[in-house]
Nanobody, 121 residues
Framework: QVQLQESGPGLVHPSQTLSLTCTVSGASITTTRYYWSWIRQRPEKGLEWMGAIGSSGATYRSASLKSRTSISRDTSKNQFTLQLSSVTPEDTAVYYC?????????????RGQGTQVTVSS
């Protein structure tokens, strides 16, 4: 059974870069057929798919966030990371990492419990 655990700062100041890490256990992030995604839910808004990294290392990013997002991985640690630059209070959200068989879905096969990130000065 795969488990995903998000980690990162709970508070980020405006204009800074948010960095979150997802640690995966029970499966390898290099296993074919799977995409490892980041999804967020802002207050009073629906789930938003942000981007993903595939088993080959190819990355996919939401068009609306593409200029501010970067996704990478460390296969030796079985982790993948999201970086979101130039954050504003509008980026306050619960951030989830997930595993899915498609790109772009907000209903992944599995996801972590989520981590709250607040952007505030």
């Amino acid at each position: 059974q795969v488990q995903l655990q998000e980690s990162g700062p709970g508070l980020v100041h405006p204009s800074q870069t948010l960095s979150l890490t997802c640690t995966v256990s029970g499966a390898s992030i290099t296993t074919t057929r799977y995409y490892w995604s980041w999804i967020r839910q802002r207050p009073e808004k629906g789930l938003e798919w942000m981007g993903a990294i595939g088993s080959s290392g190819a990355t996919y990013r939401s068009a609306s966030l593409k200029s501010r997002t970067s996704i990478s991985r460390d296969t030796s640690k079985n982790q993948f990371t999201l970086q979101l630059s130039s954050v504003t209070p509008e980026d306050t959200a619960v951030y989830y990492c997930a595993r899915d068989t498609v790109v772009g879905s907000t209903s992944p096969v599995e996801r972590g419990q989520g981590t709250q990130v607040t952007v505030s000065s």
